[in-house]
């Protein structure tokens, strides 16, 4: 196919009831482009928004449990998501309250854990000092207070003090139970409220004897004690994490896609014109989906949804150049792999020639030619195969690039062949090729001895003028796909109705004839020919066209005045248009000369890398090291010189195709849908 899809635009009239079952369809099936006019609802906006909040906090409940428990999450729905149900929010509020008490009893501990251990740190820091006990109190950092308090209050003062002080029980009692002397640390930030909690809940000092020095052994057991049951109280809850991960894990990532799909529906929602109870869609489809979206989606609402479609003349946007008609291309596996080549550029517009079957042809037969090596290229045709729907899965991420790939490789090895490189080796094929030459030459009754290679890239037994031929065939390809370039944009022009540029302009039929005249004056006069007097008329007319163009364009449009800006402005654009036009054809055409550029190169550094392997090889450990020369070379050509070349064919398609009609871009067709990150 040789233009885009044709298009329609379409408008769905929704019940309220069934807009969200609707918009679930068309987020999976990927089939519409939203209109750039979908305007903000105009009636109950407080209740979207309310459902809006209402989702989007329950997904942030949902994320928020998933990180306590370290589940990854999906960033968009997958393909079996659906809308969340009533049972969705209980089970995500029971998940979400569980897992809040479980990280509340954890965040606890852990602070429990930190006063416990800053405490019983500078209790063994002061644990030697040859001191009073009853002086510590002056020179530590601690507030250390050492009593009777009966144990029913003792979880009291826990809870009042918080996180201002830590409370060791020093031994037991005499039923077993706790004991009732205690022996409480705080800093001396929090020696008052110390000193005030104590009093409020009637504790008793104990006095301590006269002349103990240091820390108390009790105080340092009694937090190594409190220590270890923190550590274990941590570890129950480590434990009950990972339970709890294998439990909830599959329903938390279930329910963010459900939540993600539901804001999804949402976000839509609110731009769309509404009243009460009805939505309006609307959107851009194939025309040859129109019937079948028409009829699933009545089947899907018991025919409550109303399909209009409408033509992209029939749209008044689309008529006063306010919108553009989204762009959809049709392609077989092979021709698909390099839109993103020409989208990558822009999208064409729409009724306009699509350039993506020039572009995977040139593409193909460009990186042929500069990257040809018959062992290279079958390593580029197991990546393409490994990208590939049925390849590795942990290459899915670069599954656009199979077909490409798979592509460049063909080309790569049939240049392989022809020049009879495997490897950087130039030996392996010389047998093969004589085998096939010397026989197509006993057909043709010639006599001699075979080539040894069809095509000699590198100057060497009398190949230099091969070589010459093969610059003189890579410029020949400039001028094909220039030209193509040339045609395509004049029936773009003419199929949008600007004849001025179609006939008149640099790109158009006057600039075309000019380089095509220019290409056959050179050819004539590289095989001995001479300038002839028709050759000023060939060449002039063309510059005759280009020059006064935008005069005669006037004159046969009966435009007045028939110089619009004056005589002298343009004089001076017509000269400047002339020089332009010259230039631009001489560069474009003598670009491609960096084809044949990049093959000598490829088959110069393919050169070296079988000499250094043939030189090593000599050694005694030799084929070893030849060995390795070989798969290093390899490796640094098939990755760096692969990526220049595919820089140079982009660039030429660039540059010297698509500046030749790419002058507007269009608009590529996304439709709505779920999953972002798929295209369809």
């Excluded at 108390?216 to 809850?237: F, N, T, V, Y």
């Excluded at 410029?475 to 001025?500: F, P, Q, T």
């Excluded at 007097?533 to 046969?556: A, H, N, Q, S, T």
Aim: with cysteine; proline share 5%.
């Amino acid at each position: 196919m040789m233009r885009p899809r044709k298009m329609k635009r379409v408008e769905l009239t929704i019940l309220d009831r069934d807009a969200d079952r609707v918009i679930e369809f068309l987020g999976r099936r990927a089939l519409i482009h939203l209109s750039e006019d979908e305007a903000p609802r105009i009636d109950a906006p407080a209740r979207n928004t309310a459902d809006y909040e209402r989702i989007r906090d329950r997904l942030g409940a949902v994320r928020s449990a998933a990180a306590c428990l370290g589940i990854e999450l999906p960033e968009e729905p997958d393909e079996a998501s659906v809308l969340p149900l009533e049972k969705d929010d209980l089970l995500a509020e029971k998940i979400a309250d569980g897992i809040s008490s479980l990280v509340t009893k954890e965040s606890e501990g852990n602070q429990e854990k930190r006063k416990v251990e800053e405490t019983l740190n500078e209790a063994r820091a002061f644990g030697n000092l040859n001191a009073p006990f009853s002086d510590l109190d002056q020179l530590s950092y601690l507030t250390l207070r050492v009593g009777r308090l009966d144990p029913k209050r003792q979880d009291a003062l826990r809870e009042n003090l918080a996180d201002r002080a830590v409370v060791i029980p020093l031994g037991h009692g005499e039923d077993g139970g706790p004991s009732d002397r205690v022996l409480t640390a705080a800093s001396r930030k929090g020696r008052f409220a110390l000193d005030s909690e104590l009093k409020r809940l009637s504790f008793a000092p104990i006095s301590i004897p006269e002349g103990f020095t240091g820390i108390p052994a009790e105080l340092l057991s009694g937090l190594e004690e409190r220590l270890a049951g923190m550590d274990k109280a941590l570890e129950e809850i480590a434990q009950e994490k990972n339970v709890l991960r294998e439990e909830y894990g599959p329903a938390l990532r279930r329910l963010a896609g459900s939540y993600l799909m539901a804001l999804e529906v949402e976000r839509l929602k609110g731009k769309l014109k509404a009243t009460q109870s009805v939505y309006v869609l609307s959107g851009w489809i194939p025309a040859d989906m129109v019937k079948a979206l028409a009829a699933e989606l009545g089947q899907l609402s018991e025919g409550r949804v109303a399909v209009r479609a409408f033509n992209p003349e029939e749209i008044p946007e689309i008529r006063e150049g306010r919108e553009k008609v989204p762009v959809s291309l049709a392609h077989g596996a092979f021709v698909k792999g390099f839109e993103n080549v020409v989208f990558s550029y822009g999208a064409p517009l729409y009724g306009t020639i699509d350039p993506t079957p020039f572009v995977a042809f040139s593409f193909t037969l460009l990186f042929g030619i500069m990257f040809g090596d018959l062992g290279q290229g079958f390593v580029l045709l197991l990546l393409g195969l490994l990208t590939s729907k049925r390849g590795a899965r942990v290459l899915s991420g670069f599954r656009h690039f199979s077909s490409p790939l798979i592509a460049v490789s063909i080309s790569s090895m049939i240049m392989g062949i022809l020049n009879g490189a495997v490897f950087a080796n130039e030996e392996l094929l010389v047998g093969p090729t004589q085998a096939v030459t010397g026989f197509f030459m006993r057909m043709a009754g010639m006599a001699g001895e075979p080539p040894e290679r069809i095509l000699h890239l590198m100057p060497e037994k009398g190949s230099v003028a091969k070589l010459f031929y093969f610059f003189g065939f890579t410029v020949a390809v400039g001028v094909v796909l220039n030209s193509i370039g040339l045609v395509v944009n004049i029936i773009n022009l003419c199929l949008m109705k600007r004849y001025e540029k179609a006939f008149f302009s640099k790109t158009g039929v006057a600039g075309l004839l000019l380089f095509w005249y220019a290409i056959f004056i050179a050819v004539r006069v590289i095989l001995g020919g001479r300038f002839a007097w028709f050759d000023g008329i060939g060449l002039g007319v063309p510059v005759f066209c280009v020059f006064f163009g935008p005069m005669l364009w006037r004159i046969i449009a009966r435009k007045r005045p028939v110089f619009e800006e004056g005589v002298m402005v343009f004089v001076m654009e017509g000269f400047v248009e002339v020089l332009e036009t010259a230039s631009t054809y001489i560069s474009n055409t003598v670009s491609f000369l960096r084809v044949g550029a990049f093959a000598l190169s490829h088959a110069v550094l393919s050169f070296i890398v079988f000499t250094l392997s043939e030189m090593v090889g000599e050694a005694p450990p030799g084929p070893v090291f030849a060995l390795i020369v070989m798969i290093f070379g390899n490796a640094v050509i098939i990755m760096l010189e692969g990526m220049i070349v595919a820089i140079q064919v982009v660039r030429l398609q660039y540059y010297e195709f698509f500046s030749k009609f790419f002058t507007e871009t269009g608009v590529k067709f996304s439709p709505f849908r779920f999953r972002k990150g798929v295209e369809s």
